[in-house]
């Protein structure tokens, strides 16, 4: 007897011990009050809802992974009253017996609701896929949280034509911020930075739908993220994430600063890593720094804002909101100079363009006009012999950024009287606001919910309107310039390619047209008709997942005088690389054929110069190319230089000064810097000094791997320097006889002064890639500039 009565209460003891942590459905007249216990969990424990603290005593009915990412820190999927958090006391979320779900502040006013009506019963419970759903008792979805998404995309979930993703305002802040991923009227997934100014930054604006291969004709605007890692949108974008295939857990997050990631983690309380971004640069990504400021890349730290000069920081906890002017401009004439800014550029805001206008033309245009607050002012290449300058002058200072890849200045309108000091702070020392929340007892009003309403409309409309004029814009912008290049192409179409795809591409690995260390290079055509460069890997390469993760970092970078990697293959032990084909093979074969003008071998120096800035500096990862070689530097059809071979050097770890993870000697005798004789820390100084190499050997002709009479090549250089009387006659002695005396002096000194710094035996004495490539391109327009 008194074992069946104990069985007879054992469901109910069971039930009531577990019911404050494992709630697994709302049903009837019920509700989840503000408490760390009263959450729903799915069935499988993985995701949970309920109420989490976003503020002193501020509260938003959220869902996350249960499992934490690191002690205390919760994964949020999703929020439903992310812009109005509810106090701790009395508040709840509500199932009604109408059918409604309902948020409450304080015991009083609605802030959120799913609007829902049913007449028979319902419930609410949470899906394994991280679903909220609210669903009839005889079934029937009658609203779900997958439909309202915010800034995250769970996998299995759709976003389509009426949904958007919209990021928090910034890392502690999970209101909505500025960012928006969306599909555009033209059925082009984009991303929008909504701010104080509205601009498109994803696909690069500077494309056009198709040249960024996004198709513009499917209208049914749907993007999925599948549970293996892939994604694919209506227009054709698709991306695979670095680890694709392997069971682990997902989510595709607009960040707070602008960038779309795919995130994952193979073991519940791992930290998320990163999959796949939209983004390699972080400050193409509009709104960064908000007006009147400049974001530019600092290696080991990131991306750092910083104020023009004369102007000071609008608010510090908030680099969004930009500068203000500290300065009072008057339109007089001759109280107003211009001070230059190398290298930067702001996007967008053009006065107008004016192609051919002198420098002095360019300064007098924007002296007239009053509102004009400065000029950018470039060269623009027509052909080799003439540089034809683009005077652009500017009537807002937005999307500022400071590039050494951006070949043109910036000169900024001030007062001649203008006390020049630095000012500038760094993203990072940024102050978190302290939210205080005191809940205003409104009462729940139909007719401000009405305004509201009509707001939205009224404001969705009104974008686009600045939507269409933002596009006709870019149109004349873009025509106008179409010689400008200097942009890093959007990452297209990196995909993983089958054995049998590029076998039957390269007729069975026939056509053999180069053979290096790591591997033997075919030609190749691809079932689209592109022409491939298709490198075999030597055997003896690192595991599958090492090498899928590795090589989707690098079909990450993205630049002109990078080879373009389209993707690779990774099959039982076959590793292969896709490239894009050059047409005239490598500088060491053009050196060696007697092809190569002066000319062309000093922009071969610069683009050169510029890729492996961009490698060194200006990618999210830091890569070490270790291999800098002609053989390794390929020229298209334009001899546009293009360095290849960087997919064999690992990504430099965020915030390692100097690599010690190199076990075993890379490059190339004659190339490589004393540092690896020495067993010195390796740092992107080696590269310096093997482009150095190459730069002496573009200019004697004469290679470094063998000696000249009995000498290496860089002290038989130094020699001659010594022997020569007057700088004239050394150069004689050095030059390149195939260039049979046709050669610019001041150029080639030029590059001999870099060659010679790029060399020196102290790494601390060489230049920066960067630095290269300034002096480089300083001494280029100030000779065309007369
Ligand atoms: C976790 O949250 C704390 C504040 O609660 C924060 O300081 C810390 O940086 C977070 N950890 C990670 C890995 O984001
Ligand atoms: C989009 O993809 C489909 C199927 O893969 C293809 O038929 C179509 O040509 C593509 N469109 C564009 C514009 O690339
Ligand atoms: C449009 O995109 C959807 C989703 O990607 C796809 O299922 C459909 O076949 C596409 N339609 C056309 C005409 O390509
Ligand atoms: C700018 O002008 C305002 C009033 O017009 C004046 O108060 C302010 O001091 C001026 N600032 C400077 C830097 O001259
Ligand atoms: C600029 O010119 C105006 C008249 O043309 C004159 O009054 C003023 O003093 C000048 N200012 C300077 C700084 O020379
Ligand atoms: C640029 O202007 C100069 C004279 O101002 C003219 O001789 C030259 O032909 C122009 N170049 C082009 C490409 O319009
Ligand atoms: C988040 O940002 C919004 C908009 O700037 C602001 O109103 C709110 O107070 C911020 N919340 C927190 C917790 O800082
Ligand atoms: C926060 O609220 C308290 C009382 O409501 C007020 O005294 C204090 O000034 C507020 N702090 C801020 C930063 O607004």
């Known amino acids: 007897m008194a074992i069946s009565i104990i069985l007879l209460f054992l469901p109910l003891i069971f039930f009531s011990s577990f019911s404050s942590s494992t709630i697994d459905r709302l049903s009837g007249a019920s509700s989840l009050s503000v408490h760390a216990d009263d959450v729903l969990t799915s069935p499988d424990g993985v995701f949970s809802a309920g109420f989490f603290p976003v503020g002193d005593n501020a509260y938003c009915f959220a869902i996350w992974f249960s499992e934490p990412y690191s002690e205390g820190n919760r994964t949020i999927v999703w929020m439903a009253n992310r812009d109005q958090p509810v106090n701790g006391r009395k508040s709840e979320l509500a199932l009604r017996k109408s059918g409604n779900v309902i948020i409450t502040d304080a015991g009083r006013l609605t802030v959120w609701s799913t609007d829902t009506v049913s007449e028979s019963s319902v419930f609410l419970y949470l899906h394994e896929n991280g679903n909220l759903i609210l669903q009839k008792s005889e079934g029937g979805v009658l609203w779900q949280s997958f439909d309202s998404p915010t800034d995250t995309l769970l996998p299995q979930q759709l976003l389509t034509k009426d949904m958007q993703l919209v990021s928090s305002r910034s890392q502690g802040n999970y209101s909505s911020g500025f960012y928006k991923l969306y599909f555009d009227n033209d059925n082009v997934l984009r991303l929008l930075y909504g701010g104080p100014e509205i601009t498109v930054y994803w696909p690069d604006p500077e494309l056009m739908s198709w040249e960024a291969s996004r198709s513009t004709f499917n209208s ?232 509201v309403r009509f707001a939205m409309v009224v404001g969705s409309v009104e974008l686009g309107v600045i939507f269409i004029l933002w596009f006709v814009f870019i149109r004349t912008h873009r025509n106008s310039c179409a010689g400008t290049q200097n942009y890093p192409r959007i990452t297209t179409g990196f995909r993983k390619f089958t054995l049998s795809e590029l076998k039957k591409a390269t007729q069975g690995f026939s056509k053999e047209i180069g053979r290096g260390a790591g591997g033997v290079v075919y030609r190749g055509m691809l079932s689209d008709h592109r022409i491939a460069a298709v490198k075999r890997l030597s055997d003896a390469y690192q595991g599958e997942a090492e090498f899928q993760a590795e090589v989707s970092t690098i079909g990450k970078l993205n630049h002109m005088n990078l080879t373009e990697m389209w993707g690779y293959c990774a099959e039982g032990k076959h590793r292969l690389l896709v490239y894009k084909y050059t047409e005239h093979g490598s500088l060491a074969e053009q050196l060696s054929s007697n092809s190569l003008g002066w000319e062309r071998r000093f922009d071969i120096a610069v683009g050169t110069a510029k890729g492996l800035a961009y490698l060194h500096e200006e990618c999210l990862e830091w890569v070490l190319h270790c291999d800098v070689k002609p053989q390794n530097i390929l020229l298209d059809s334009n001899y546009q230089p293009k360095v290849s071979d960087f997919g064999l050097s690992r990504p430099l770890k965020r915030g390692s000064q100097a690599n010690k993870g190199f076990s075993k000697i890379r490059g190339t005798r004659g190339y490589m810097a004393p540092e690896w004789v020495f067993n010195l820390p390796i740092t992107s100084k080696v590269d310096v000094y093997s482009y150095g190499m190459v730069l002496l050997e573009m200019i004697s002709g004469k290679c470094p791997a063998e000696e000249i009479e009995n000498r290496r090549l860089v002290t038989w250089v130094r020699e001659k320097m010594k022997q020569a009387t007057e700088m004239s006659s050394w150069i004689e002695m050095i030059i390149d006889p195939k260039l049979e005396g046709k050669y610019d002096k001041g150029r080639m000194e030029i590059l001999f002064e870099v060659a010679l710094k790029c060399v020196a035996e102290d790494r601390d004495a060489r230049p920066t890639m960067s630095q290269v490539v300034e002096m480089l391109l300083h001494q280029e327009n100030d000779s065309e500039l007369v």
């Open 220 to 451: 049914s605007r749907i993007a999925f993220l599948d549970s293996l890692g892939y994604f694919s949108s209506s227009d054709n974008f698709t991306f695979m994430a670095a680890d694709y295939g392997e069971s682990v857990q997902r989510i595709l997050k607009l960040d707070f600063d602008g960038n779309i990631r795919l995130y994952s983690r193979k073991y519940r309380m791992d930290k998320w890593t990163v999959s796949w971004q939209a983004m390699s640069q972080p400050c193409r990504i509009h709104g960064t720094c908000g007006p009147n400021s400049i974001c530019s890349y600092v290696p080991h730290f990131g991306r750092k804002c910083s104020c023009l000069p004369g102007f000071k920081i609008r608010d510090r906890t908030d680099w969004s909101l930009g500068c203000i002017q500290e300065f009072n401009l008057t339109c007089t004439r001759n109280e107003t100079g211009f001070l230059k800014l190398s290298n930067v550029e702001f996007y967008g805001y053009d006065y107008g363009f004016f192609p051919n206008y002198t420098f002095g033309m360019c300064e007098n245009l924007c002296l007239q006009i009053c509102d004009c607050k400065g000029f950018q002012f470039k060269f623009i290449k027509h052909n080799y012999r003439s540089n034809i300058p683009y005077c652009y002058p500017k009537t807002q200072l937005l999307n500022g950024q400071h590039s050494p890849n951006f070949q043109g200045d910036m000169y900024l309108k001030v007062p001649k009287t203008l006390p020049i000091q630095e000012s500038g702070l760094d993203c990072s020392s940024t102050v978190v606001k302290q939210l205080n929340r005191t809940y205003t007892k409104h009462q729940e009003n139909a007719s401000l919910k009405f305004v």
